[in-house]
């Protein structure tokens, strides 16, 4: 099988959102063809209040899924749909924005002030702009952990491992969302469908992700991977933990700005105009 190499090696950059929350973005507006479908990843890990607690006071968004993945702390979340509810430490909120949403998440630490997670954004095919908004809140319990022969541990938010499948299903762009924790010095050999835009993050250890090379990628380092059948990902003297995500390319215009993403810059100017105007919500 062709393994995948890597196209590209980056470090999450420090930035500020929502009314003041201080986190680390991987990738963002200016990356959209490299890694389609996919059009923002955002690293919100945290051990000062402070940096989060003011949140993301309530905002619209269309045209996008955003995907949030906690690993300590907690979000409260509200929207214009009535739903209210709290992600917990190993939870997903996997929230499509469709035709439009207006919604709020507010941020706390757990019982030291620590706060960890991570936001993904997707992008909606012009087919599933105007969709019908849904959240899917996906507790720790339901995802499920698979234990490999090489001693790497892997939960399956999305796509599947082995024999088992991840909880989000029914999702366009064919997602595969996975936590891998890499013992020291083993490896980690996954298929990847080809045809598929695929990165790994690191948040923990250091690790080899190109069987060609010699370099260790640690915290907070984002690798795209060129096409391929197959990553091979090597722990270093530590244990490695890495986010490793792909998706199905779109190859569709974008037309972007803030919490909106359509494809053109008349939907967009639209969509901006009806959320002056009151008429931004399209279902109840």
Avoid at 10 to 27: D, I, K, N, Q, Y
Avoid at 192 to 217: C, K, Q, W
């Amino acid at each position: 099988m062709k393994t995948r190499k890597i196209k590209r090696v980056s470090t999450s950059m420090p930035t500020m959102e929502g009314a003041g929350v201080h986190l680390h973005r991987a990738f963002g507006n200016n990356d959209v063809t490299l890694f389609d479908p996919f059009l923002l990843f955002d690293d919100f890990r945290s051990d000062t209040p402070e940096h989060y607690k003011k949140g993301f006071p309530w905002h619209p968004h269309r045209g996008i899924e955003t995907i949030t993945y906690m690993l300590k702390g907690s979000a409260e979340h509200g929207d214009s749909l009535g739903n209210k509810g709290i992600i917990g430490r190993g939870d997903v909120q996997w929230m499509t924005a469709g035709s439009g949403i207006i919604h709020q998440e507010m941020p706390k630490g757990d019982s030291e002030g620590k706060m960890e997670g991570f936001q993904l954004w997707a992008n909606l095919r012009a087919a599933d702009k105007m969709m019908h908004p849904r959240y899917r809140d996906i507790s720790a319990e339901e995802i499920p952990t698979v234990t490999l022969d090489g001693g790497a541990t892997v939960k399956v938010i999305c796509g599947q491992v082995g024999k088992v499948r991840g909880p989000v299903e029914d999702v366009m762009i064919e997602p595969e969302y996975l936590d891998v924790k890499l013992p020291a010095n083993t490896v980690f050999v996954h298929p990847t469908p080809e045809d598929h835009n695929v990165f790994a993050y690191v948040h923990a250890g250091s690790g080899r992700f190109d069987e060609m090379s010699s370099d260790e990628l640690g915290n907070k380092s984002l690798v795209l991977f060129e096409p391929g059948e197959q990553v091979m990902i090597t722990a270093g003297d530590e244990e490695l933990r890495f986010l490793l995500v792909g998706g199905k390319p779109l190859g569709e215009p974008v037309a972007w700005r803030g919490p909106i993403v359509m494809n053109t810059q008349e939907e967009l100017q639209q969509a901006f105009e009806e959320y002056r105007n009151g008429t931004f919500i399209k279902h109840d």
